[in-house]
């Protein structure tokens, strides 16, 4: 349990979280209606931000 809040603390899996969330939300519902063009785009947002904050992560999840 004490690791799920350590984890919880990480603006990864945060990030993590909210992107699963919306895609549940997108795939069920299909709240925007994106063409593939655009979904192209997200990924690539996607992408850009994982990698922003894979090099903003100092620490492992176990030492927060």
Do not use: H, N, W
Request: proline share 3%; with cysteine.
């Amino acid at each position: 349990m004490e690791l799920i809040l350590k984890s919880l603390k990480s603006k990864t899996v945060q990030f993590s979280i909210a992107l699963a969330v919306l895609s549940i939300l997108q795939g069920y519902v299909g709240i925007l209606p994106v063409s593939p063009a655009g979904q192209a785009t997200v990924g690539c947002i996607i992408a850009s931000c994982v990698t922003v904050l894979r090099f903003v992560t100092t620490t492992g999840i176990a030492d927060k």
